[in-house]
Protein backbone atom coordinates (compact mmCIF):
# COMPACT_ATOMS: atom_id res chain seq x y z
CA UNK A 1 0.00 0.00 0.00
CA UNK A 2 1.08 3.76 -0.53
CA UNK A 3 0.82 6.40 2.27
CA UNK A 4 -0.38 9.55 1.96
CA UNK A 5 3.19 10.76 2.03
CA UNK A 6 4.14 14.12 0.87
CA UNK A 7 7.54 14.52 -1.23
CA UNK A 8 8.65 18.26 -1.16
CA UNK A 9 11.65 19.36 -3.25
CA UNK A 10 15.15 20.00 -0.90
CA UNK A 11 18.36 20.84 -1.28
CA UNK A 12 20.05 18.74 0.79
CA UNK A 13 19.15 14.83 1.03
CA UNK A 14 19.17 14.63 5.07
CA UNK A 15 17.55 17.83 6.12
CA UNK A 16 15.18 16.87 3.30
CA UNK A 17 14.15 13.62 4.56
CA UNK A 18 14.20 14.66 8.52
CA UNK A 19 11.65 17.95 7.09
CA UNK A 20 9.36 15.84 5.33
CA UNK A 21 9.29 12.93 7.79
CA UNK A 22 8.24 15.40 10.23
CA UNK A 23 5.36 17.16 8.45
CA UNK A 24 4.16 13.94 7.72
CA UNK A 25 3.70 13.51 11.30
CA UNK A 26 1.69 17.08 11.55
CA UNK A 27 5.21 18.67 12.76
CA UNK A 28 5.59 21.46 10.51
CA UNK A 29 9.32 22.14 10.46
CA UNK A 30 10.91 23.55 7.46
CA UNK A 31 14.45 22.16 5.71
CA UNK A 32 16.34 25.05 7.24
CA UNK A 33 14.97 24.46 10.69
CA UNK A 34 15.93 20.76 10.27
CA UNK A 35 19.42 22.06 9.93
CA UNK A 36 20.10 24.39 12.73
CA UNK A 37 18.21 22.20 15.22
CA UNK A 38 19.81 19.17 14.15
CA UNK A 39 23.46 20.92 14.01
CA UNK A 40 24.29 20.06 10.31
CA UNK A 41 26.68 23.19 10.02
CA UNK A 42 30.37 21.32 10.03
CA UNK A 43 33.34 21.60 8.72
CA UNK A 44 36.37 18.73 8.46
CA UNK A 45 39.69 18.78 6.55
CA UNK A 46 41.42 15.68 6.63
CA UNK A 47 44.54 15.83 4.70
CA UNK A 48 45.78 12.11 5.26
CA UNK A 49 42.29 10.53 3.65
CA UNK A 50 42.66 10.30 -0.25
CA UNK A 51 39.96 11.06 -2.47
CA UNK A 52 40.99 9.77 -6.22
CA UNK A 53 44.50 11.26 -4.51
CA UNK A 54 42.69 14.51 -3.35
CA UNK A 55 42.53 15.52 0.15
CA UNK A 56 39.09 15.06 1.52
CA UNK A 57 37.07 18.03 2.91
CA UNK A 58 34.01 17.13 4.41
CA UNK A 59 30.52 19.92 5.18
CA UNK A 60 28.53 17.11 6.70
CA UNK A 61 28.44 15.72 9.70
CA UNK A 62 27.94 11.95 10.15
CA UNK A 63 24.94 10.29 8.18
CA UNK A 64 21.36 10.53 9.93
CA UNK A 65 22.86 12.47 12.86
CA UNK A 66 20.87 15.49 11.75
CA UNK A 67 17.96 13.68 11.90
CA UNK A 68 18.45 11.81 15.02
CA UNK A 69 19.48 15.42 17.08
CA UNK A 70 16.57 17.27 15.91
CA UNK A 71 13.92 14.80 16.69
CA UNK A 72 15.52 13.81 20.18
CA UNK A 73 15.52 18.14 20.45
CA UNK A 74 11.70 18.03 19.71
CA UNK A 75 10.92 15.75 21.57
CA UNK A 76 9.80 12.97 18.85
CA UNK A 77 10.42 9.25 19.60
CA UNK A 78 11.46 7.89 16.55
CA UNK A 79 13.29 4.31 15.71
CA UNK A 80 16.83 4.28 14.67
CA UNK A 81 18.16 0.50 12.90
CA UNK A 82 21.62 1.31 12.64
CA UNK A 83 22.77 -2.10 10.58
CA UNK A 84 21.36 -5.11 10.00
CA UNK A 85 23.37 -8.40 9.23
CA UNK A 86 20.73 -9.98 7.10
CA UNK A 87 19.53 -8.47 4.12
CA UNK A 88 16.56 -10.35 4.08
CA UNK A 89 15.57 -8.82 7.82
CA UNK A 90 15.90 -5.00 7.02
CA UNK A 91 13.89 -6.01 4.09
CA UNK A 92 11.23 -7.84 5.69
CA UNK A 93 11.15 -4.95 8.32
CA UNK A 94 10.87 -2.39 5.68
CA UNK A 95 7.97 -4.37 4.42
CA UNK A 96 6.30 -4.80 7.53
CA UNK A 97 6.51 -0.79 8.40
CA UNK A 98 5.06 -0.02 5.10
CA UNK A 99 2.54 -2.66 5.54
CA UNK A 100 1.25 -0.24 8.66
CA UNK A 101 1.85 2.98 6.56
CA UNK A 102 4.90 4.53 8.18
CA UNK A 103 7.02 5.50 5.70
CA UNK A 104 10.74 5.02 6.12
CA UNK A 105 13.95 6.81 5.62
CA UNK A 106 17.00 4.60 4.41
CA UNK A 107 20.36 5.01 4.39
CA UNK A 108 21.29 3.93 0.26
CA UNK A 109 24.65 4.42 -1.50
CA UNK A 110 23.86 6.73 -5.00
CA UNK A 111 25.83 4.44 -7.27
CA UNK A 112 22.73 1.98 -8.05
CA UNK A 113 20.26 4.07 -7.95
CA UNK A 114 18.69 3.51 -11.06
CA UNK A 115 16.75 6.87 -11.60
CA UNK A 116 19.29 9.28 -11.19
CA UNK A 117 20.84 11.28 -13.42
CA UNK A 118 24.10 10.11 -15.19
CA UNK A 119 26.66 12.14 -13.24
CA UNK A 120 25.53 11.63 -9.77
CA UNK A 121 26.19 7.77 -10.22
CA UNK A 122 28.91 7.94 -7.59
CA UNK A 123 30.53 5.45 -5.60
CA UNK A 124 28.73 7.92 -2.34
CA UNK A 125 27.35 6.23 0.78
CA UNK A 126 25.83 9.43 2.68
CA UNK A 127 22.66 9.05 1.03
CA UNK A 128 19.14 8.87 2.31
CA UNK A 129 15.78 8.95 0.59
CA UNK A 130 12.32 7.53 2.10
CA UNK A 131 10.62 4.19 1.04
CA UNK A 132 6.62 4.77 1.54
CA UNK A 133 4.48 2.81 -0.19
CA UNK A 134 5.05 -0.72 -2.28
CA UNK A 135 2.87 -2.01 -4.89
CA UNK A 136 3.08 -5.26 -6.73
CA UNK A 137 6.67 -5.47 -5.36
CA UNK A 138 7.79 -2.15 -6.61
CA UNK A 139 8.64 0.03 -3.63
CA UNK A 140 7.42 4.08 -3.83
CA UNK A 141 10.50 5.70 -3.18
CA UNK A 142 10.67 9.90 -2.59
CA UNK A 143 14.56 11.49 -3.44
CA UNK A 144 14.65 14.34 -1.81
CA UNK A 145 16.63 15.96 -4.00
CA UNK A 146 14.84 14.94 -6.93
CA UNK A 147 11.73 17.05 -8.24
CA UNK A 148 9.24 13.68 -8.25
CA UNK A 149 8.55 10.58 -6.61
CA UNK A 150 10.63 7.67 -8.04
CA UNK A 151 10.15 4.10 -8.64
CA UNK A 152 12.56 0.75 -7.67
CA UNK A 153 12.58 -2.30 -7.67
CA UNK A 154 13.12 -5.01 -5.12
CA UNK A 155 16.54 -6.22 -5.96
CA UNK A 156 17.11 -2.64 -6.75
CA UNK A 157 16.40 -1.50 -3.43
CA UNK A 158 18.29 -4.16 -1.95
CA UNK A 159 21.42 -3.34 -3.41
CA UNK A 160 21.49 -0.17 -2.61
CA UNK A 161 20.50 -0.35 1.10
CA UNK A 162 23.55 -2.57 1.61
CA UNK A 163 25.96 -0.35 -1.11
CA UNK A 164 29.28 -1.86 -0.72
CA UNK A 165 32.58 0.82 -0.25
CA UNK A 166 33.16 3.28 2.05
CA UNK A 167 31.62 3.61 4.98
CA UNK A 168 28.76 1.37 3.93
CA UNK A 169 24.99 1.26 4.78
CA UNK A 170 24.22 -1.83 5.80
CA UNK A 171 20.71 -1.27 5.74
CA UNK A 172 20.65 1.20 8.28
CA UNK A 173 16.66 2.95 8.37
CA UNK A 174 14.85 5.40 10.86
CA UNK A 175 11.10 5.73 11.46
CA UNK A 176 9.41 8.37 13.53
CA UNK A 177 6.79 6.75 15.85
CA UNK A 178 5.30 9.50 17.84
CA UNK A 179 4.99 13.07 17.71
CA UNK A 180 4.50 15.99 20.69
CA UNK A 181 2.83 18.89 19.08
CA UNK A 182 3.64 22.04 20.24
CA UNK A 183 7.04 21.60 21.16
CA UNK A 184 9.47 23.63 22.77
CA UNK A 185 10.81 25.57 19.92
CA UNK A 186 13.39 28.06 21.73
CA UNK A 187 14.85 25.53 23.49
CA UNK A 188 15.75 23.13 20.35
CA UNK A 189 17.21 26.28 18.51
CA UNK A 190 19.12 26.99 21.27
CA UNK A 191 20.41 23.73 21.76
CA UNK A 192 21.08 23.23 17.82
CA UNK A 193 23.02 26.51 18.09
CA UNK A 194 24.80 24.97 21.02
CA UNK A 195 25.93 21.70 19.32
CA UNK A 196 27.13 24.00 16.23
CA UNK A 197 29.19 26.57 18.30
CA UNK A 198 31.12 23.70 19.81
CA UNK A 199 31.74 22.05 16.38
CA UNK A 200 32.98 25.15 14.62
CA UNK A 201 34.62 26.61 17.87
CA UNK A 202 35.75 24.11 20.39
CA UNK A 203 35.87 20.66 18.79
CA UNK A 204 39.07 19.04 20.11
CA UNK A 205 40.49 17.59 17.04
CA UNK A 206 42.56 20.23 15.09
CA UNK A 207 40.82 19.28 11.70
CA UNK A 208 37.35 20.35 12.44
CA UNK A 209 35.99 23.41 12.30
CA UNK A 210 37.32 26.81 11.87
CA UNK A 211 40.48 25.87 12.93
CA UNK A 212 40.40 23.00 10.11
CA UNK A 213 39.48 25.67 7.37
CA UNK A 214 42.52 28.08 8.46
CA UNK A 215 44.39 24.98 7.79
CA UNK A 216 43.30 24.40 4.68
CA UNK A 217 43.74 27.34 3.84
CA UNK A 218 47.20 27.61 4.87
CA UNK A 219 47.93 24.44 2.88
CA UNK A 220 46.34 25.45 -0.34
CA UNK A 221 49.00 28.43 -0.33
CA UNK A 222 51.50 25.63 -0.20
CA UNK A 223 50.02 23.67 -3.25
CA UNK A 224 51.64 25.39 -5.88
CA UNK A 225 55.10 24.59 -4.41
CA UNK A 226 55.00 21.66 -3.34
CA UNK A 227 52.66 20.12 -5.80
CA UNK A 228 53.02 19.32 -9.72
CA UNK A 229 50.05 21.85 -11.47
CA UNK A 230 47.84 19.06 -12.41
CA UNK A 231 47.36 17.55 -8.70
CA UNK A 232 47.20 20.83 -7.40
CA UNK A 233 44.03 21.97 -9.63
CA UNK A 234 42.78 18.63 -9.05
CA UNK A 235 42.93 18.81 -5.35
CA UNK A 236 41.06 22.48 -6.11
CA UNK A 237 38.23 21.10 -8.05
CA UNK A 238 37.57 18.12 -5.64
CA UNK A 239 36.98 20.99 -3.31
CA UNK A 240 34.78 23.31 -5.61
CA UNK A 241 33.04 20.08 -6.60
CA UNK A 242 32.33 19.42 -2.22
CA UNK A 243 31.31 22.99 -2.43
CA UNK A 244 28.65 23.58 -5.19
CA UNK A 245 27.68 20.44 -6.03
CA UNK A 246 26.61 17.69 -3.84
CA UNK A 247 23.53 18.82 -2.81
CA UNK A 248 24.54 21.45 -0.40
CA UNK A 249 22.10 23.91 -1.87
CA UNK A 250 25.25 26.28 -2.73
CA UNK A 251 28.08 27.72 -0.83
CA UNK A 252 28.52 24.35 1.39
CA UNK A 253 25.07 24.68 3.48
CA UNK A 254 26.08 28.18 4.56
CA UNK A 255 22.89 29.70 2.81
CA UNK A 256 20.74 26.89 4.04
CA UNK A 257 22.16 27.87 7.72
CA UNK A 258 22.15 31.69 7.16
CA UNK A 259 18.13 30.98 6.55
CA UNK A 260 17.90 29.00 9.69
CA UNK A 261 19.02 32.24 11.21
CA UNK A 262 16.51 34.24 10.30
CA UNK A 263 13.57 32.11 10.18
CA UNK A 264 14.30 31.33 14.02
CA UNK A 265 15.37 35.00 14.50
CA UNK A 266 11.96 35.47 12.87
CA UNK A 267 10.35 33.12 15.49
CA UNK A 268 11.73 33.94 18.67
CA UNK A 269 11.86 37.83 17.72
CA UNK A 270 15.62 37.78 18.72
CA UNK A 271 18.19 40.31 17.14
CA UNK A 272 21.52 38.59 17.53
CA UNK A 273 20.02 35.71 15.57
CA UNK A 274 19.01 38.50 12.66
CA UNK A 275 22.26 40.02 12.67
CA UNK A 276 24.27 36.74 12.40
CA UNK A 277 21.76 35.61 9.81
CA UNK A 278 23.01 38.48 7.25
CA UNK A 279 26.77 37.74 8.09
CA UNK A 280 25.99 33.91 7.79
CA UNK A 281 24.63 35.12 4.37
CA UNK A 282 27.72 37.35 3.28
CA UNK A 283 30.18 34.27 4.40
CA UNK A 284 27.60 32.03 1.50
CA UNK A 285 28.53 35.14 -1.03
CA UNK A 286 32.51 34.57 -0.32
CA UNK A 287 32.53 31.04 -0.34
CA UNK A 288 30.62 31.60 -3.80
CA UNK A 289 33.30 33.90 -5.23
CA UNK A 290 35.99 31.12 -3.79
CA UNK A 291 34.24 28.73 -5.97
CA UNK A 292 34.01 30.82 -8.80
CA UNK A 293 37.72 32.25 -8.90
CA UNK A 294 39.01 28.95 -8.97
CA UNK A 295 36.70 27.98 -11.68
CA UNK A 296 38.99 30.42 -14.02
CA UNK A 297 41.76 28.90 -14.17
CA UNK A 298 41.79 25.32 -13.37
CA UNK A 299 41.33 24.65 -16.68
CA UNK A 300 44.43 25.80 -18.50
CA UNK A 301 46.51 24.82 -14.71
CA UNK A 302 48.49 27.65 -15.10
CA UNK A 303 47.48 28.73 -11.90
CA UNK A 304 50.54 31.02 -10.26
CA UNK A 305 51.33 31.62 -6.76
CA UNK A 306 49.19 34.28 -6.50
CA UNK A 307 46.31 32.72 -7.72
CA UNK A 308 46.16 30.11 -4.89
CA UNK A 309 47.33 32.55 -2.21
CA UNK A 310 44.04 35.12 -3.75
CA UNK A 311 41.85 31.88 -2.96
CA UNK A 312 44.04 30.75 0.55
CA UNK A 313 42.93 34.19 1.64
CA UNK A 314 39.28 33.58 0.76
CA UNK A 315 39.21 30.64 2.79
CA UNK A 316 40.87 32.67 5.74
CA UNK A 317 38.25 35.76 5.82
CA UNK A 318 35.84 33.15 6.05
CA UNK A 319 37.33 31.19 8.93
CA UNK A 320 37.18 34.69 10.67
CA UNK A 321 34.16 35.66 9.78
CA UNK A 322 32.67 32.57 10.88
CA UNK A 323 34.66 32.77 13.87
CA UNK A 324 32.91 36.06 14.82
CA UNK A 325 29.42 34.38 14.05
CA UNK A 326 29.78 31.67 16.46
CA UNK A 327 31.28 33.63 18.95
CA UNK A 328 28.10 35.86 19.00
CA UNK A 329 26.10 32.66 19.11
CA UNK A 330 28.18 31.29 21.87
CA UNK A 331 26.57 34.40 23.87
CA UNK A 332 23.33 33.42 23.01
CA UNK A 333 23.24 29.79 23.46
CA UNK A 334 24.53 30.04 27.03
CA UNK B 1 23.18 31.38 -6.64
CA UNK B 2 22.90 32.35 -10.02
CA UNK B 3 20.09 29.72 -11.78
CA UNK B 4 18.74 29.65 -15.46
CA UNK B 5 15.36 28.30 -16.30
CA UNK B 6 16.57 26.87 -19.03
CA UNK B 7 18.78 23.39 -19.25
CA UNK B 8 22.04 24.69 -19.82
CA UNK B 9 24.35 21.52 -20.42
CA UNK B 10 24.44 20.91 -24.19
CA UNK B 11 27.17 18.11 -23.38
CA UNK B 12 25.17 14.50 -24.00
CA UNK B 13 27.19 13.16 -21.49
CA UNK B 14 25.02 14.85 -18.67
CA UNK B 15 21.58 14.28 -17.40
CA UNK B 16 19.68 17.41 -17.33
CA UNK B 17 17.79 17.75 -13.51
CA UNK B 18 16.75 21.03 -11.71
CA UNK B 19 18.30 21.65 -8.34
CA UNK B 20 16.73 23.48 -5.61
CA UNK B 21 19.01 26.56 -4.46
CA UNK B 22 19.02 29.16 -1.34
CA UNK B 23 20.70 32.30 -2.23
CA UNK B 24 21.19 35.42 -0.52
CA UNK B 25 20.81 38.83 -1.84
CA UNK B 26 21.61 42.35 -1.28
CA UNK B 27 18.58 43.66 0.79
CA UNK B 28 19.50 40.69 3.51
CA UNK B 29 16.51 38.35 1.96
CA UNK B 30 17.38 34.99 1.71
CA UNK B 31 15.69 32.99 -1.10
CA UNK B 32 14.55 29.72 -2.39
CA UNK B 33 14.83 28.75 -5.70
CA UNK B 34 14.35 26.14 -8.10
CA UNK B 35 16.42 25.68 -11.61
CA UNK B 36 19.64 24.56 -13.45
CA UNK B 37 23.40 26.07 -12.12
CA UNK B 38 23.57 29.12 -13.78
CA UNK B 39 26.17 30.13 -16.27
CA UNK B 40 29.20 30.92 -13.59
CA UNK B 41 28.48 27.17 -11.96
CA UNK B 42 28.09 25.70 -14.95
CA UNK B 43 31.72 26.57 -16.57
CA UNK B 44 33.16 25.06 -13.02
CA UNK B 45 31.22 22.14 -12.77
CA UNK B 46 31.99 21.37 -16.29
CA UNK B 47 35.35 22.30 -15.84
CA UNK B 48 35.50 19.26 -13.59
CA UNK B 49 33.98 16.97 -15.27
CA UNK B 50 36.36 17.62 -18.44
CA UNK B 51 39.32 17.12 -16.06
CA UNK B 52 37.70 13.72 -15.27
CA UNK B 53 37.33 13.07 -18.67
CA UNK B 54 40.70 13.63 -19.17
CA UNK B 55 42.07 11.32 -16.98
CA UNK B 56 39.48 8.82 -18.00
CA UNK B 57 40.95 9.19 -21.79
CA UNK B 58 44.60 8.72 -20.52
CA UNK B 59 43.32 5.95 -18.64
CA UNK B 60 41.90 4.47 -21.70
CA UNK B 61 45.15 5.31 -24.00
CA UNK B 62 47.64 3.58 -21.42
CA UNK B 63 45.24 0.15 -21.96
CA UNK B 64 45.80 0.42 -25.48
CA UNK B 65 49.33 1.01 -25.35
CA UNK B 66 49.48 -2.16 -23.35
CA UNK B 67 51.23 -0.50 -20.43
CA UNK B 68 48.37 -0.70 -17.17
CA UNK B 69 45.53 -3.38 -17.22
CA UNK B 70 41.70 -2.61 -17.69
CA UNK B 71 40.91 -2.11 -14.35
CA UNK B 72 42.71 1.19 -14.10
CA UNK B 73 40.21 2.51 -16.89
CA UNK B 74 37.00 1.20 -15.26
CA UNK B 75 38.68 2.29 -11.73
CA UNK B 76 39.05 6.15 -13.51
CA UNK B 77 35.38 5.54 -15.07
CA UNK B 78 33.96 4.98 -11.62
CA UNK B 79 35.80 7.69 -9.82
CA UNK B 80 36.94 6.00 -7.82
CA UNK B 81 40.47 5.38 -6.19
CA UNK B 82 42.38 1.90 -5.11
CA UNK B 83 41.18 1.96 -1.86
CA UNK B 84 37.88 2.27 -2.74
CA UNK B 85 38.08 -0.08 -5.17
CA UNK B 86 39.83 -2.77 -2.81
CA UNK B 87 36.06 -2.03 -0.35
CA UNK B 88 33.70 -2.47 -3.62
CA UNK B 89 35.12 -5.80 -4.73
CA UNK B 90 36.49 -6.92 -1.50
CA UNK B 91 39.67 -7.44 -2.71
CA UNK B 92 42.84 -6.86 -0.45
CA UNK B 93 44.62 -3.39 -1.65
CA UNK B 94 47.78 -4.61 -2.37
CA UNK B 95 46.53 -7.32 -5.14
CA UNK B 96 44.28 -4.86 -6.47
CA UNK B 97 47.41 -2.55 -6.80
CA UNK B 98 49.15 -5.48 -8.46
CA UNK B 99 45.91 -6.33 -10.91
CA UNK B 100 47.01 -2.96 -12.95
CA UNK B 101 49.74 -4.76 -14.26
CA UNK B 102 48.55 -6.39 -18.09
CA UNK B 103 51.19 -9.49 -17.19
CA UNK B 104 48.98 -9.81 -13.68
CA UNK B 105 45.61 -9.07 -15.17
CA UNK B 106 45.80 -11.85 -18.30
CA UNK B 107 45.95 -14.57 -15.24
CA UNK B 108 43.06 -13.81 -13.44
CA UNK B 109 41.03 -16.69 -12.78
CA UNK B 110 37.28 -16.32 -13.50
CA UNK B 111 36.18 -15.76 -9.77
CA UNK B 112 38.21 -12.89 -9.28
CA UNK B 113 37.30 -11.29 -12.68
CA UNK B 114 33.89 -11.17 -11.89
CA UNK B 115 34.03 -9.67 -8.18
CA UNK B 116 35.46 -6.63 -10.39
CA UNK B 117 33.11 -6.85 -13.36
CA UNK B 118 30.21 -6.84 -10.24
CA UNK B 119 32.14 -3.85 -8.69
CA UNK B 120 31.78 -2.19 -12.42
CA UNK B 121 28.58 -2.94 -12.67
CA UNK B 122 29.55 -4.69 -16.38
CA UNK B 123 30.14 -8.09 -17.51
CA UNK B 124 33.31 -9.93 -17.83
CA UNK B 125 33.54 -9.26 -21.32
CA UNK B 126 33.01 -5.75 -21.20
CA UNK B 127 36.10 -6.05 -18.24
CA UNK B 128 38.41 -7.51 -20.85
CA UNK B 129 37.73 -5.33 -23.47
CA UNK B 130 38.33 -1.48 -23.39
CA UNK B 131 36.53 0.13 -26.34
Redesign the interface.
Known amino acids: MISDYKHNFSSHCETGVTSDLLRHKGLDISEPMAMGIGSGIFFSYLPFIKMQGAPMVGFRTTPTKIFKLTTQRLGVKTTVVKKFRDQLEAMDLLDRNLKNGIPTGCQVGCYHLTYLPPEMHVHYNFHNVVVFGKEDGIYHVAEPVLEDTQILTYKDLLRVRFAKGMFEPKGKMYYIESVTLNPDIKKAILAGIKTSVKNMLKHPIPFVGVRGMRMLGRDIKKWPKKLPANQASFNLIQLVRTVEEFGTGGAAFRFIYGSFLKEAGEKLNHDTLLETSIEMGETGNLWREFSIRSGRFVKTRNGSQDDYSLLADIILECAAKEEKIFNKLDKISK | ?ETNSDPVYTDK????????????DKT?Q?EKS?GFHGE??R???Q?????FHERIEEARGKVHAGKVSPIVYYMEK????P??LS??A?ISLWKVKRHFKPRVFKRLSEKTLKKYAE?F?ISIEELKNVE
Open positions: MRHGQYRELFYNYGFVTDVTLQAWDLNLVDLNMLGAN
